[in-house]
């Protein structure tokens, strides 16, 4: 079994910053997979950004400049650093891990950002 715990998330205004962090422990052989994804009201979870297979990394072209995606491997852990933050930033975001052939998800944390 693999858990993932999400840290970071808060209340800040437009324009300020977060970094969010997501930290992976249990049965883990080997990680194919992070990423993030947010789910804000009334809308469907979405791709914020992703390590995806052969390195690539792929961002939502709206948050494209403003967000930063990082991972250290050494310590399970993968990273959002959220700059220039609007309103429309506002939702519950979501650690995303695949082990093997399997996806995990964290339980979320919340991002409000006030106008």
């Known amino acids: 079994q693999v858990q993932l715990v999400e840290t970071g998330g808060g209340l800040v205004q437009a324009g300020g910053s977060l970094r969010l962090s997501c930290v992976a422990s249990?049965?883990?052989?080997?990680?194919?997979?992070m990423g993030w994804y947010r789910q804000a009201p009334g809308k469907q979870r979405e791709l914020v950004a992703i390590?995806?297979?052969?390195?690539?990394?792929n961002y939502a072209d709206s948050v494209k400049g403003r967000f930063t995606i990082s991972r250290d491997n050494a310590k399970k852990s993968v990273y959002l650093q959220m700059n220039s933050l609007k309103p429309e930033d506002t939702a519950v975001y979501y650690c995303?891990?695949?082990?093997?052939?399997?996806?995990?998800w964290g339980q979320g944390t919340q991002v409000t950002v006030s106008s």
């Open positions: 249990g049965s883990i052989f080997s990680i194919n997979g």
């Open positions: 390590f995806a297979s052969g390195g690539n990394i």
């Open positions: 995303n891990v695949w082990v093997g052939a399997r996806g995990y």
